[in-house]
């Protein structure tokens, strides 16, 4: 269930609702509460609603009719109910051809014509049906005599009870379908997703590491294993299987979500093949035979403690826990699970440094995730586990690791910080053993230069994440050497600080490199710099760079950039530039960025943009400290950023907003005054201590609007 409140007006008590706040006296609210799915349920909210008779609002979805009458006011019989129709035939076929020949395909090949309506009027109008065959379809776009037989042997396949009973189980017969029609190597990465929690955001990475961990991805020759998980990964979301939750600049999906419809196939099914196993309150705790359990989720209050307790856990191949509380009676079998390979105890406050002792005792482990956990020190005794893969400690409390972990020859992806902290993994001597490392993040460099020479004997290398703190010349020239050694990195990022930063330089080390990194896609420098390097004008996969403190001109920074072809995000964070003012000249064009973000601090104070620089830029942020108190931030030249869709402006001074969103206003009249029929929606935040007002310039009639909200 989620509810997303938004409160207006006048000053209230809270009444504490679902994590958040609701408010009494004379506030108005708009709530809206998905997928209810009893009216027990409901009853439950709505006895925690005030009812101050101020227009407030709330809306509730469900599947269900009688929570939709019990949900909406006797007094009018049910008027507020409304039931979602189906697609027109019209926008039901734009929708199909859209996912299954592309946007870019006006219409569907005259051969196939008679199929798709055949499978269309199966799919009675329901988007998610047709988003789901459609997807199926997407790969057999040609008029081929084969393609032909399978858009046929698909519409055959669908029934006709979809068409005269629209209903969830037809629904759910045509998700069936997309997953019967998956290739072998897909289906199992499919009924893996089953382990995760409805509406749980899943990040790629996370998921792709476990796959492998779990022996789903096949080798290929010329790709790494992660590069075919990822080949793997790409497809289910261009199926429509899976939904993208978190979508990256250049269009690369971070995390997904499983459409809870999909779940409800995809948990059935591993439960009839005894795929997944799971304990806890969603799927009706432990009803299934746990004799022969695979893979082992638990989710929320972690179920009946005595279904945990009769479970055999020898053969359990993979163990996962959602939630904070309620695995205390799993963490305290650990070492029962000698045949588990996969481990994520992610986000479970239970874990503590008496069950890291048991985890060191499972050898057969690939994939370990302690990640926001309460452990506080790993056991030396994690060397014996020689067959992890990945072990993400993320957010611990731990605050180094013991020298044994570079006997974990096979560990490809090492995650590593402190919560809360800047503390860094020291590397130590015997780094070089670990030659299968991948990934390689937080890091302390030490101050001894022949432990940094073995950054250069990780070939595999391909992310970097390094602190540098008060290092000599010798460590950095030996940095420099390692560097070039290396040929696969993609994304490096370094912090360096020192006694003396400017005098330092001690993020200078790029400028030694003799080799240029030549695949990097990811940058983020913080520290003092003399210059970018002038290679960085030859990162052509470079999509993302994040600068802070390195204390350089806008020409200097923005110059290297400016023609890079793929890339997409520039942030230039505090003491980025040094300039008064950060002039974005027209011969700085940027072909593909996206987002632009600048946190000047106290300079620069004035950010102008020249015509025809950034015409493809769509977010714009930046953020006003004014600490000295002298002089009002200007900015101006907005108008030439001809593709912008989102402007932020944060700053501590009213006078400063006032005189910004006259600005604007005077650019608004201007553009009316010549007529102009295009102007860009543009989305204006501005915010002081107290208020937050939002400033809309609406397309053709360019519109203000404005709403304040008042903090309490």
Same mark, same amino acid.
């Given at each position: 269930m989620t509810a997303a409140m938004v409160a207006a007006g006048g000053e209230a008590q809270p009444r504490q609702f679902a994590g958040g706040k609701i408010y009494n006296g004379t506030c108005r609210y708009l709530i809206v509460i998905d997928d209810v799915w009893t009216t027990q349920a409901w009853n439950a909210i709505r006895t925690k609603l005030p009812e101050n008779n101020c227009g407030s609002i709330i809306m509730v979805t469900t599947r269900i009719e009688t929570v939709a009458k019990a949900s909406s006011s006797p007094s009018v019989s049910g008027d507020y109910m409304h039931k979602i129709k189906p697609l027109s035939v019209e926008d039901a076929e734009l929708l199909f051809i859209n996912r299954a020949f592309g946007s870019k395909e006006p219409c569907c090949p005259e051969e196939l014509n008679k199929e798709m309506d055949s499978i269309l009027k199966k799919c009675a109008g329901l988007p998610l049906a047709i988003v789901s065959i459609a997807g199926l379809l997407s790969s057999y776009r040609s008029p081929s005599p084969g393609s032909i037989r399978m858009w046929r042997r698909i519409s055959n396949s669908i029934g006709s009870q979809m068409e005269i009973h629209p209903t969830l189980e037809g629904m759910k017969q045509i998700i069936a379908l997309s997953y019967n029609h998956l290739p072998h190597h897909l289906?199992?990465?499919?009924?893996?997703?089953? %382990?995760?929690?409805?509406?749980? !955001?899943?990040?790629?990475?996370?998921? &792709? &590491?476990?796959? %492998?961990?779990?022996?789903?991805?096949?080798?290929? /020759?010329?790709?790494?294993?992660?590069?075919?998980?990822?080949?793997?990964?790409?497809? &289910?979301?261009? /199926?429509?299987?899976?939904?993208?939750?978190? +979508?990256?600049?250049?269009?690369?999906?971070?995390? !997904?979500?499983?459409?809870?419809?999909?779940?409800? +196939?995809? !948990?059935?099914?591993?439960?009839?093949?005894?795929? +997944?196993?799971?304990?806890?309150?969603?799927? @009706?705790? @432990?009803?299934?035979?746990?004799?022969?359990?695979?893979? &082992?989720?638990i989710h929320g209050d972690g179920g009946p403690k005595h279904v945990v307790d009769v479970m055999s856990a020898t053969h359990v191949w993979s163990l996962s826990t959602f939630g904070a509380q309620g695995n205390i009676a799993v963490l305290h079998r650990l070492a029962e699970f000698t045949l588990l390979k996969v481990l994520d105890l992610e986000d479970c406050k239970e874990v503590k440094d008496c069950h890291v002792k048991y985890i060191c005792r499972l050898f057969l482990l690939r994939f370990l995730s302690l990640r926001n956990t309460d452990v506080s020190t790993i056991s030396s005794q994690i060397s014996r586990l020689q067959h992890l893969q990945t072990l993400n400690l993320y957010g611990t409390r731990i605050e180094n690791l013991p020298t044994s972990v570079t006997m974990l020859e096979r560990l490809e992806y090492l995650f590593f910080s402190k919560r809360w902290s800047m503390r860094r993994w020291e590397i130590p001597v015997g780094l070089k053993k670990m030659m299968a490392l991948c990934t390689l993040r937080t890091i302390r460099l030490p101050n001894d230069p022949n432990v940094v020479k073995e950054i250069g004997a990780l070939a595999q290398l391909q992310t970097l994440d390094i602190t540098i703190l008060n290092s000599s010349e010798e460590v950095l020239a030996n940095l420099a050497d390692a560097l070039d050694k290396t040929n696969n990195l993609r994304s490096l990022f370094a912090y360096g600080t020192g006694k003396d930063e400017h005098k330092d330089r001690l993020l200078n080390f790029p400028l030694r490199l003799k080799t240029p990194l030549l695949l990097l896609e990811s940058v983020r420098i913080d520290g003092v710099m003399d210059q970018l390097p002038k290679w960085f004008n030859s990162l052509v996969h470079l999509v993302k760079i994040h600068t802070w403190r390195v204390s350089l001109t806008g020409d200097h920074l923005l110059g290297v950039l400016c023609e890079l072809p793929n890339l997409a995000s520039v942030s230039l964070g505090y003491d980025s530039c040094t300039d008064d003012e950060l002039l974005v000249r027209s011969a700085f064009k940027f072909p593909a960025l996206k987002s632009f973000y600048v946190e000047p601090y106290i300079m620069p104070r004035a950010i102008r943009f020249e015509k025809s620089t950034m015409e493809k830029i769509e977010t714009f942020r930046v953020f006003f400290y004014d600490n000295d108190g002298t002089g009002r931030p200007i900015l101006a030249g907005i108008e030439n950023l001809t593709s912008l869709k989102k402007l932020e402006v944060l700053t501590h001074s009213r006078n400063a907003e006032i005189e910004i969103l006259e600005r604007l206003k005077v650019e608004r009249a201007r553009h009316q005054v010549r007529g102009c029929s295009e102007i860009p929606l543009v989305t204006c935040m501005f915010t002081i201590p107290l208020v937050l007002i939002c400033f809309q310039l609406l397309s053709s009639n360019f519109h203000m609007v404005f709403f304040m909200l008042f903090s309490v």
């Amino acid at each position: 269930m989620t509810a997303a409140m938004v409160a207006a007006g006048g000053e209230a008590q809270p009444r504490q609702f679902a994590g958040g706040k609701i408010y009494n006296g004379t506030c108005r609210y708009l709530i809206v509460i998905d997928d209810v799915w009893t009216t027990q349920a409901w009853n439950a909210i709505r006895t925690k609603l005030p009812e101050n008779n101020c227009g407030s609002i709330i809306m509730v979805t469900t599947r269900i009719e009688t929570v939709a009458k019990a949900s909406s006011s006797p007094s009018v019989s049910g008027d507020y109910m409304h039931k979602i129709k189906p697609l027109s035939v019209e926008d039901a076929e734009l929708l199909f051809i859209n996912r299954a020949f592309g946007s870019k395909e006006p219409c569907c090949p005259e051969e196939l014509n008679k199929e798709m309506d055949s499978i269309l009027k199966k799919c009675a109008g329901l988007p998610l049906a047709i988003v789901s065959i459609a997807g199926l379809l997407s790969s057999y776009r040609s008029p081929s005599p084969g393609s032909i037989r399978m858009w046929r042997r698909i519409s055959n396949s669908i029934g006709s009870q979809m068409e005269i009973h629209p209903t969830l189980e037809g629904m759910k017969q045509i998700i069936a379908l997309s997953y019967n029609h998956l290739p072998h190597h897909l289906k199992a990465c499919m009924l893996y997703l089953s %382990i995760f929690p409805e509406d749980y !955001v899943i990040k790629k990475k996370r998921l &792709l &590491l476990r796959w %492998i961990a779990e022996g789903f991805v096949m080798e290929k /020759r010329g790709l790494t294993m992660f590069e075919v998980a990822e080949s793997y990964y790409d497809e &289910l979301v261009s /199926r429509s299987l899976i939904d993208a939750a978190r +979508v990256r600049l250049d269009g690369t999906v971070k995390a !997904v979500k499983v459409h809870d419809m999909m779940l409800e +196939v995809i !948990v059935s099914k591993s439960l009839e093949e005894n795929f +997944v196993n799971f304990v806890g309150a969603q799927y @009706g705790g @432990g009803t299934p035979s746990y004799d022969s359990v695979r893979r &082992l989720a638990i989710h929320g209050d972690g179920g009946p403690k005595h279904v945990v307790d009769v479970m055999s856990a020898t053969h359990v191949w993979s163990l996962s826990t959602f939630g904070a509380q309620g695995n205390i009676a799993v963490l305290h079998r650990l070492a029962e699970f000698t045949l588990l390979k996969v481990l994520d105890l992610e986000d479970c406050k239970e874990v503590k440094d008496c069950h890291v002792k048991y985890i060191c005792r499972l050898f057969l482990l690939r994939f370990l995730s302690l990640r926001n956990t309460d452990v506080s020190t790993i056991s030396s005794q994690i060397s014996r586990l020689q067959h992890l893969q990945t072990l993400n400690l993320y957010g611990t409390r731990i605050e180094n690791l013991p020298t044994s972990v570079t006997m974990l020859e096979r560990l490809e992806y090492l995650f590593f910080s402190k919560r809360w902290s800047m503390r860094r993994w020291e590397i130590p001597v015997g780094l070089k053993k670990m030659m299968a490392l991948c990934t390689l993040r937080t890091i302390r460099l030490p101050n001894d230069p022949n432990v940094v020479k073995e950054i250069g004997a990780l070939a595999q290398l391909q992310t970097l994440d390094i602190t540098i703190l008060n290092s000599s010349e010798e460590v950095l020239a030996n940095l420099a050497d390692a560097l070039d050694k290396t040929n696969n990195l993609r994304s490096l990022f370094a912090y360096g600080t020192g006694k003396d930063e400017h005098k330092d330089r001690l993020l200078n080390f790029p400028l030694r490199l003799k080799t240029p990194l030549l695949l990097l896609e990811s940058v983020r420098i913080d520290g003092v710099m003399d210059q970018l390097p002038k290679w960085f004008n030859s990162l052509v996969h470079l999509v993302k760079i994040h600068t802070w403190r390195v204390s350089l001109t806008g020409d200097h920074l923005l110059g290297v950039l400016c023609e890079l072809p793929n890339l997409a995000s520039v942030s230039l964070g505090y003491d980025s530039c040094t300039d008064d003012e950060l002039l974005v000249r027209s011969a700085f064009k940027f072909p593909a960025l996206k987002s632009f973000y600048v946190e000047p601090y106290i300079m620069p104070r004035a950010i102008r943009f020249e015509k025809s620089t950034m015409e493809k830029i769509e977010t714009f942020r930046v953020f006003f400290y004014d600490n000295d108190g002298t002089g009002r931030p200007i900015l101006a030249g907005i108008e030439n950023l001809t593709s912008l869709k989102k402007l932020e402006v944060l700053t501590h001074s009213r006078n400063a907003e006032i005189e910004i969103l006259e600005r604007l206003k005077v650019e608004r009249a201007r553009h009316q005054v010549r007529g102009c029929s295009e102007i860009p929606l543009v989305t204006c935040m501005f915010t002081i201590p107290l208020v937050l007002i939002c400033f809309q310039l609406l397309s053709s009639n360019f519109h203000m609007v404005f709403f304040m909200l008042f903090s309490v």
